[in-house]
């Protein structure tokens, strides 16, 4: 019986005359495996392959090699597209982290009426993109709109808000914040929940205040779960489309405009599909770059007391 047991497949597959067979789980993998080359490979392939060529809809291909790529730096447009998403982006990561940890600690508080609230505060978080855009794009408006009428209330001048180059960013990131700062809210409520209590104990005997207790074990703590929030963010953020067309179409001019928007433009409005195509491809190296960094800012930070990285 022993000897019986000890004859695995792979032995019986190794013995000699007998011939291979593929593994039984292939049929299970091959359609995975043909979803991915279509879905994921063979798109980056093929933008890969454009970007190398001058292809204008209703002309025929022309190879250039790294023409599209060398042409981007020399391209004002699209390095004041750059600009403007990093900015965008970090303001859209800034914002909602600072007020979305606020918000967790106070929702993490116990109060009467807590659940209802909570559940009022992620509302914004469930509307549709484009739905968002109408309504604070009626809010924004200069003559008609609340925000300029709550300004009037406390004595402040009328702004023109995403009507002006200078105010357009940080209006469409007023957008962007009261979207998805639930979410970091979120986020940071599960790393509140997950904190011992012997910490905020001992600290209470030691007769520490408030912010005290917040800066040197609750920020520990949840640093963690900020990075996971950030880089959700972030990555979110760096690709937004939907806000900004809805509302300024990349206006006033190109004020607001970000290198998805652009990209937009080059690839749907002048049908450049090569130099479209070349964007596409920083665009992604972009979010990868971003994204690798944070993940190596996670990795240089101390999680806990013993300093063990993450």
Same mark, same amino acid.
């Given at each position: 019986?022993?000897?019986?047991?000890? @004859?695995?497949? %792979?032995?019986?597959?190794?013995?000699?005359?007998?011939? !291979?067979?593929?593994?039984?789980? &292939?049929?299970?993998?091959?359609?995975?495996?043909?979803?991915?080359? %279509?879905?994921?490979?063979?798109? &980056?392939?093929?933008?890969?392959?454009?970007?190398?060529?001058?292809?204008?809809?209703?002309?025929?291909?022309?190879?250039?090699?790294? %023409?599209?790529?060398?042409?981007?730096?020399?391209?004002?447009?699209?390095?004041? %597209?750059?600009?403007?998403?990093?900015?965008?982006?970090?303001?859209? @990561?800034? +914002?909602?982290?600072?007020?979305? *940890?606020?918000?967790?600690?106070?929702?993490?508080?116990?109060?009467?009426?807590?659940?209802?609230?909570? #559940?009022?505060?992620?509302?914004?978080?469930?509307? /549709?993109?484009?739905?968002?855009?109408? @309504? &604070?794009?009626?809010?924004?408006?200069?003559?008609?709109?609340?925000?300029?009428?709550?300004?009037?209330? @406390?004595?402040?001048?009328?702004?023109? &808000?995403?009507?002006?180059?200078? *105010?357009?960013?940080?209006? +469409?990131?007023?957008?962007?914040?009261?979207?998805? /700062?639930? +979410?970091?809210?979120?986020?940071?409520?599960?790393?509140?929940?997950? =904190?011992?209590?012997?910490?905020?104990?001992?600290?209470?005997?030691? #007769?520490?205040?408030? !912010?005290?207790?917040?800066?040197?074990?609750?920020?520990?703590?949840?640093?963690?779960?900020?990075? =996971?929030?950030?880089?959700?963010?972030?990555?979110?953020?760096?690709?937004?489309?939907?806000?900004?067309?809805?509302? *300024?179409?990349?206006?006033?001019?190109?004020?607001?405009?970000? =290198?998805?928007?652009?990209?937009?433009?080059?690839?749907?409005?002048?049908?450049?599909?090569?130099?479209?195509?070349?964007?596409?491809?920083?665009?992604?190296? +972009?979010?990868?770059?971003?994204?690798?960094?944070?993940?190596?800012?996670?990795?240089?930070?101390?999680?806990?007391?013993?300093?063990?990285?993450?």
């Amino acid at each position: 019986m022993k000897a019986i047991a000890e @004859v695995t497949p %792979a032995a019986a597959e190794a013995a000699p005359g007998q011939e !291979w067979r593929p593994p039984s789980y &292939w049929p299970f993998v091959v359609p995975a495996l043909v979803v991915v080359l %279509a879905v994921i490979v063979f798109p &980056w392939v093929f933008t890969i392959w454009m970007s190398l060529n001058e292809w204008k809809v209703g002309s025929p291909t022309t190879f250039v090699g790294f %023409a599209n790529y060398l042409r981007m730096p020399n391209d004002p447009r699209f390095v004041e %597209a750059v600009g403007h998403t990093l900015l965008y982006t970090a303001l859209s @990561v800034l +914002l909602p982290l600072i007020l979305g *940890t606020f918000a967790a600690v106070v929702f993490h508080a116990k109060f009467p009426g807590r659940g209802f609230l909570r #559940g009022v505060f992620i509302m914004p978080m469930m509307a /549709t993109p484009v739905a968002i855009a109408l @309504v &604070w794009t009626m809010m924004f408006h200069p003559q008609l709109g609340i925000l300029n009428y709550l300004l009037s209330l @406390v004595g402040l001048p009328p702004q023109l &808000w995403v009507f002006h180059p200078g *105010t357009v960013i940080p209006s +469409l990131v007023l957008v962007e914040t009261w979207q998805w /700062t639930p +979410l970091v809210m979120l986020i940071v409520l599960g790393g509140l929940a997950a =904190i011992p209590t012997e910490p905020y104990e001992s600290a209470q005997i030691d #007769g520490a205040s408030v !912010w005290q207790v917040f800066r040197y074990i609750t920020l520990p703590l949840i640093t963690p779960f900020l990075f =996971i929030a950030g880089m959700i963010r972030m990555i979110d953020a760096v690709k937004s489309f939907d806000i900004i067309f809805a509302i *300024t179409q990349g206006g006033p001019g190109s004020a607001s405009e970000t =290198i998805n928007l652009y990209l937009y433009s080059v690839a749907f409005i002048y049908y450049d599909l090569g130099y479209g195509s070349a964007i596409a491809v920083i665009f992604f190296l +972009l979010i990868v770059a971003m994204a690798a960094l944070m993940l190596h800012l996670r990795q240089r930070t101390m999680w806990t007391e013993i300093g063990s990285g993450a």
